[in-house]
């Protein structure tokens, strides 16, 4: 059975950091090309980063310079660090991952992921 399982969300001040982790059970998580999506209330599910088994990284244009997905293999985590938090990166994230390496499908693409967490609220206040 595959778990995600995600952890790190909180309230922060405006300009304050953040470090979400993902655990991934039940898939070889070398293999698994994972990410990180948010979903505020009222809006769309939006992509925020990805990672490729061979480590390739990729991130929405709003996060660039301020958000750095990371994992550790020995650990089976994904990390998202996010530095300079504003009130507009307010929302649930959520971590995926997906078992199958080749799937024709972008990056930023929900439907590209099989496997969602939960979860995890990050609240920005102002």
């Known amino acids: 059975q595959v778990q995600v399982v995600e952890s790190g969300g909180g309230l922060v001040q405006a300009g304050g950091s953040l470090r979400l982790s993902c655990t991934l059970s039940g898939l070889t998580f070398a293999d698994a090309p994972m990410g990180w999506f948010r979903q505020a209330p009222g809006k769309e599910r939006e992509a925020v980063s990805g990672i490729t088994p061979g480590g390739t990284t990729y991130y929405a244009e709003s996060m660039k310079g301020r958000f750095t997905i990371s994992r550790d293999k020995a650990k089976n985590t994904l990390y998202l660090q996010m530095n300079s938090l504003q009130p507009e990166d307010t929302a649930m994230y959520f971590c995926?991952?997906?078992?199958?390496?080749?799937?024709?499908?972008?990056?930023?693409?929900?439907?590209?992921?099989?496997?969602w967490g939960q979860g995890t609220q990050v609240t920005v206040s102002s």
């Open positions: 995926t991952a997906d078992d199958f390496v080749d799937r024709a499908l972008p990056w930023d693409y929900p439907g590209r992921y099989k496997y």
